[in-house]
């Protein structure tokens, strides 16, 4: 997103979704020629092909994969599964969606998997926390640790409430997009972010 919000205008925000953000519409995204051939390269096993969509897409995934995780050891290991799991599913991609938000959910779900291992492994740790991270110049706002509270904040949302605000308020995606990625109704993801919103709202202004 080119142009991010302060954390503390995030956080001070009006904690009611309001119906044009509930009913916002992206432009569809069309693929260009050549990427067009490189999908239908890759789709053919082409090893040419396939190199130029990772390399097309890694970043986005990585990126993402940091802001769940933070600086996760495992993040390479993790960045490989993403592409496998992409690479074995590219036939069932129809274009319903664009290609980036088809690779946000296998990212999205792939870390959900991780986390419920670790979980089960009882080493989980806290998904979004470092999401600040690469954010100073949107951050300096006279505070002395504005990222360290915005980070300790947002770990006091429950994971489902974290990702929602994450996607919509960092990502830049929209309401639609997110319910595409996390297979709920949009309902439900205006929800999350409201609930998201008015409870760090209550967590800064301290009435939480």
């Known amino acids: 997103m080119d142009q991010a919000l302060p954390i503390t205008d995030l956080f001070a925000a009006d904690a009611t979704t309001d119906a044009a953000a509930t009913t916002e519409a992206r432009a569809p995204e069309y693929l260009t020629t050549e990427e067009q051939l490189v999908l239908a390269g890759a789709r053919a096993g082409n090893p040419r092909a396939l190199r130029q969509f990772y390399e097309a897409h890694q970043s986005q995934v990585r990126g993402h994969l940091y802001r769940l995780l933070g600086p996760d050891s495992e993040i390479d290991d993790i960045v490989q599964t993403v592409f496998a799991r992409a690479f074995a599913a590219l036939g069932s991609f129809k274009g319903n969606s664009a290609l980036s938000t088809w690779l946000y959910r296998i990212t999205t779900n792939t870390t959900h998997n991780l986390l419920r291992q670790r979980f089960r492994r ?7 926390q470092w ?8 951050l ?6 504005v990222r360290g509270e915005a980070e300790r904040l947002l770990q006091r949302l429950a994971p489902d409430l974290r990702e929602v605000f994450v996607f919509y308020h960092y990502e830049g995606l929209t309401l639609q997009e997110i319910s595409q990625i996390l297979d709920k109704p949009v309902s439900t993801v205006g929800d999350r972010l409201t609930r998201a919103r008015k409870r760090l709202h209550d967590l800064v202004h301290g009435d939480a």
């Open 122 to 128: 009882n080493r989980v740790k806290s998904a979004f």
């Open 131 to 138: 999401w600040t991270d690469g954010r100073d110049a949107h």
């Open 140 to 145: 300096q706002t006279g505070r002395v640790d």
